[in-house]
């Protein structure tokens, strides 16, 4: 299949400033990456450090996506449980009060709190990409029936692959993004789970869109598989009625 014209969306992507690493990833960066791998659409995540340390970059993203039409915005949840303004399409929650990437504070999950903050979750349907440690994210996933969450790395940060697959098989309501996983262990996600609960992800700056999208691209699966991993599962998830893509990229 040609995905000429069809829309190929990054389901994972960071912009902005970057407190932790003192480094930023501009739109231009972005949009320059689109332009060289065919990607039509990025949802914009903001840095979890720069986040947690103030909401203002969250201010930032809806703003840059009000600029830039093939940027959709993504609203990251901070420490204090806020609720997703009806602005954005999706959430980010990341080792919430843990240590990023490497631990996860299981107090959290006894915070009285938490219950209220899954119950305005579930009532707005948007997705989460949720990343924890898999022991975490099992109590977590029990805690909060029927909140579509997306795993991202296919769980590879927080643990091995092949526990989440066995644990949330049967929850049709988890979803796993491809982001800097290996083409092996993304063809086993689609052969175990089905197409419809994956997700194309590039997760600049840490992956690179084209050679990302590559591993979707060369998959053995059809054709119409393939164009549910680059938009249509995503579209469906955040309920994008209509999508502008960078044309020509370069340009905001």
Not at 106 to 115: G, N, S
Not at 136 to 153: C, K, N, Q, S
Not at 203 to 214: A, I, K
Request: proline share 6%.
């Amino acid at each position: 299949m040609d995905f000429a014209g069809a829309p190929i969306i990054d389901s994972h992507t960071h912009w902005g400033h970057s407190l932790s690493m003192g480094s930023t990833v501009t739109t231009g960066e972005l949009l320059a990456q689109q332009q060289e791998s065919g990607v039509t659409n990025v949802i914009l995540i903001p840095f979890p450090s720069t986040a947690i340390d103030s909401n203002e970059v969250n201010v930032k993203v809806l703003e840059e996506a009000g600029k830039v039409s093939s940027f959709i915005p993504y609203f990251y949840i901070r420490e204090d449980f806020p609720r997703i303004p009806d602005e954005y399409y999706g959430g980010k929650w990341h080792w919430m009060r843990g240590i990023q990437d490497a631990a996860s504070n299981y107090r959290v999950l006894d915070d009285r709190e938490l219950p209220d903050l899954i119950r305005d979750l579930t009532d707005i349907g948007k997705p989460i990409v949720f990343e924890e440690e898999f022991a975490f994210t099992e109590r977590f996933v029990d805690m909060a029936p029927g909140l579509p969450l997306i795993i991202p790395h296919l769980g590879m940060l927080g643990g091995n692959p092949t526990d989440f697959l066995k644990a949330f098989r049967d929850k049709t309501y988890i979803y796993f993004d491809t982001a800097l996983a290996a083409k092996n262990t993304i063809q086993k996600f689609v052969e175990t789970v089905g197409p419809e609960r994956l997700l194309f992800a590039a997760d600049v700056p840490f992956g690179n869109m084209t050679s990302e999208l590559s591993k979707v691209l060369t998959l053995t699966i059809s054709d119409s598989d393939k164009e549910l991993i680059l938009s249509k599962n995503i579209i469906r998830l955040t309920k994008l009625t209509a999508l502008h893509s960078c044309s020509p990229c370069g340009n905001p």
